[in-house]
């Protein structure tokens, strides 16, 4: 990787966002350095030169973008690095550039559903503490016959992969990588998300999502 390639890297991906949006924000821009550094190196399987990436990654972004600053490079700089070594990052790439860009960066089938949730109830210890009619994303992303999950929750919860544990007639439970979550999935009579539950064992958490 050198710097006049990640630069045209970079400009299509950017280009190819806001030709889809119509406008971008720096949210946007700083999103983009991120990721498609994080893509170009676990993709070239080299995450041992992940600061070089992320040098010319955000060299490149101050180069096509006045107002990104050098405040928004060391924060990407240190971002990249971080995600890298993150296990569900591929995951979570394969989902922003489907979603973002309508690329597919391998050759593995996605089924995405989005569960807008207007309200939910979070309990403790299997009491009910509160209700909040507080809008959240929860981003759906089926994997391998929906035996795999991929859950992210706009703005609370990066995605976290998880695997399927049983199914009990409309809900199906699944078991996070990261064994301090589980995510049950309802659906209604016509196949849809109804319901999400995300539960935390170890802190004796569940919180319900409804419509």
């Known amino acids: 990787m050198n710097?006049?390639?990640?630069?045209?890297?970079?400009?299509?991906?950017?280009?190819?966002?806001q030709n889809r949006r119509g406008q971008i924000t720096m949210a946007d821009v700083e999103a983009e350095v991120i990721n498609n550094a994080c893509l170009n190196i676990l993709k070239n399987k080299d995450?041992?030169?992940a600061i070089i990436y992320a040098q010319l990654f955000t060299e490149s972004a101050?180069?096509?973008?006045?107002?990104?600053?050098?405040?928004?490079?060391?924060?990407?700089?240190m971002g990249i690095q971080q995600n890298?070594?993150?296990?569900?990052?591929?995951?979570f790439l394969r989902d922003y550039f489907q979603k973002n860009h309508g690329i597919q960066i391998d050759e593995v089938e996605t089924e995405p559903a989005i569960f807008y949730s207007s309200k939910h109830k979070r309990y403790e210890n299997n009491s009910l503490v509160s209700e909040s009619?507080?809008?959240?994303?929860?981003?759906?992303?089926f994997i391998d016959n929906k035996e795999?999950?991929?859950?992210?929750?706009?703005?609370?919860?990066?995605?976290?992969?998880?695997?399927?544990?049983?199914r009990n007639g409309n809900s199906v439970k699944y078991k996070g990588d990261d064994p301090d979550y589980i995510f049950t999935v309802t659906y209604d009579d016509f196949d849809e998300v109804e319901q999400f539950t995300l539960e935390m064992p170890n802190r004796g958490l569940k919180i319900v999502y409804f419509e």
């Open 148 to 166: 795999v999950l991929v859950v992210g929750i706009a703005p609370s919860l990066s995605p976290k992969k998880s695997y399927k544990l049983e």
């Open 47 to 49: 995450t041992q030169n």
């Open 133 to 141: 009619e507080v809008e959240r994303t929860i981003n759906l992303n």
């Open 3 to 17: 710097k006049d390639t990640a630069k045209q890297l970079l400009a299509h991906s950017i280009t190819n966002l």
């Open 84 to 91: 890298v070594l993150w296990d569900g990052m591929w995951d």
């Open 62 to 77: 101050q180069e096509l973008i006045p107002q990104y600053s050098e405040k928004e490079s060391m924060s990407a700089l």
